[in-house]
């Protein structure tokens, strides 16, 4: 596929047409800012509020693509005028990338792609980017009731970035990641070949899962492998204030959490509330929350045995089907489960930055964080989400996504906000950034490492000129480290010479005298 000099001087809408297949048309998809439905097509996506300001900046169009012709078109149009082409599955990237820019740009809509097939003889699945995980579970449960997924836990996730960026839920300790669950792909290339596993090669399927998608091309759909669960898992969700031992209970999970069996998954949840006794003072929750992928005298014995001072009671262990567990993990009622189908999560302005645990906490070091967090009264929350099990065994070459043995635990910091404008968002922004300065001497360290899904622009940006390479370098080794990282540049700089697929921490190409 070829950019030639015509296309230059063609209009928008003769651009696309010219080069889409006539069977599907393409005019009524492309919303301009002048369209009425230009703001609803827009807004349906944006997932984080604080980008939904009068004074962001707005695509050039929006085309809702609903054919690979009209993403091959869009390709060809992008390259003859300049223009950012942002590529946006479920919107629910967490500084916006797939919607916002500093640089003339437009959106390619993938909503439309979002078709499920499930075959349950042979354990798969093809699934378009524009699915939600919700519909992909929802798809899987309607065929079987022993087989899942391992992704993640908000169901309004879209798929494409979601896989792409190595995905994670509550089955990771027993499956892995979603990329450690896919065996193939449908990508449109720079070129506009649509390309397979066979046909992109290792490198480049390598690359696409785990390394983000976005840096190479426009994924169609991923292949998938179901995973077994059983006909009945067991939940259960415990909170421990402060006075309740909580403290003895944070310091004794980082020492346990990713040395249960497989089947246990124990997230711990540390956030700020009223104090039930002083109602006019704050003190610190900590929550566990459970899936475990057995029956509930099983995990009352192994828990017990292990973990007695959690103080586990029979009633706190309810069973459930597997799907259900996904909503119970959501906060929603566990039927009917067809709200798993709704694109409608709710919203806010939020902040997210990650972490690594390597080693355990000291009681000291979490009673200062406690007390910081008491001062702060924002990060609404801080997730433990335990490591160990699968997650150890895979080597951290395999993908792109590295942290693998060596880590107790993923750390998210969760802020959310309601008020608008910029100053309300600097003003919660910075307290997540100072938390995180107090957290630096707990964490992993050289290079202090981040999780590509939990996208955080404060690790750097580049701005894809001349220096892309030493600019993505710095927030590259953070997500990737540094072997993963430059294979990661290898093929980018072989598949995209000319940088066309970029964003603001997009995989960079290497400098032009390394060619």
Request: proline share 6%; hydrophobic share 35%.
């Amino acid at each position: 596929m070829t950019t030639s000099p015509s296309h230059k001087n063609q209009t928008l809408l003769e651009c696309l047409e010219t080069n889409s297949n006539p069977s599907y048309p393409i005019s009524s998809l492309v919303f301009s800012p002048n369209n009425p439905s230009f703001p609803s097509i827009l807004q349906a996506y944006i997932r984080n509020l604080r980008f939904n300001e009068s004074t962001t900046r707005k695509p050039l169009f929006i085309l809702t693509a609903q054919h690979e012709s009209h993403i091959q078109a869009s390709i060809i149009y992008a390259k003859s005028q300049g223009v950012q082409m942002k590529i946006r599955s479920g919107g629910h990237d967490y500084e916006g990338l797939s919607y916002v820019s500093d640089v003339p740009f437009f959106i390619v809509d993938m909503f439309n792609f979002r078709s499920i097939n499930i075959n349950i003889e042979d354990e798969s699945a093809w699934v378009e980017v524009g699915a939600t995980i919700g519909e992909v579970y929802y798809r899987i449960a309607e065929k079987s009731n022993v087989h899942g997924f391992p992704a993640g836990v908000c169901p309004t996730v879209g798929v494409g970035g979601h896989f792409s960026g190595a995905g994670y839920g509550n089955m990771m300790r027993k499956y892995g990641l979603t990329v450690d669950n896919i065996d193939d792909a449908k990508l449109i290339d720079v070129n506009g070949r649509i390309l397979d596993r066979k046909s992109m090669g290792e490198d480049l399927f390598w690359a696409i899962t785990g390394g983000g998608g976005v840096s190479y091309g426009v994924v169609l759909s991923y292949k998938i492998k179901l995973v077994r669960v059983p006909p009945k898992v067991t939940v259960f969700s415990i909170p421990r204030f402060y006075d309740q031992n909580a403290l003895d209970l944070a310091y004794l999970w980082q020492r346990l959490a990713d040395k249960w069996d497989n089947d246990l998954f124990m997230r711990m949840i540390i956030d700020v509330v009223n104090s039930t006794i002083h109602a006019s003072e704050k003190t610190i929750r900590v929550s566990f929350l459970t899936l475990f992928l057995g029956d509930s005298d099983r995990l009352f014995s192994l828990l017990n045995q292990s973990f007695p001072e959690l103080g586990l009671e029979r009633k706190d262990c309810i069973e459930m089907s597997w799907i259900e567990s996904v909503l119970y993990y959501i906060n929603y009622p566990i039927a009917p489960i067809d709200v798993l189908l709704s694109r409608s999560p709710p919203l806010t302005c939020l902040k997210r930055k990650s972490d690594y645990l390597q080693k355990p906490m000291s009681k000291e070091g979490l009673e200062f964080i406690f007390k910081k967090m008491i001062e702060l009264q924002t990060p609404t929350s801080l997730i433990f989400n335990p490591y160990g099990g699968r997650m150890s065994e895979i080597s951290p070459l395999a993908k792109p996504f590295p942290h693998r043995a060596g880590n107790i635990a993923k750390i998210q910091y969760v802020t959310n906000w309601n008020e608008k404008g910029i100053e309300a968002s600097n003003h919660y922004i910075n307290l997540t950034r100072v938390l995180y300065n107090y957290m630096t001497p707990f964490v992993s360290k050289s290079p202090r490492l981040a999780y590509l899904n939990y996208r955080d622009l404060d690790l750097g940006i580049t701005h894809n000129g001349k220096l892309s390479y030493f600019e993505g370098e710095v927030y590259g080794i953070k997500y990737f480290k540094k072997e993963n990282f430059n294979r990661l540049v290898k093929i980018k700089t072989k598949v995209d010479p000319q940088n066309f697929f970029r964003n603001e921490q997009s995989i960079p190409v290497y400098p032009s005298w390394r060619n």
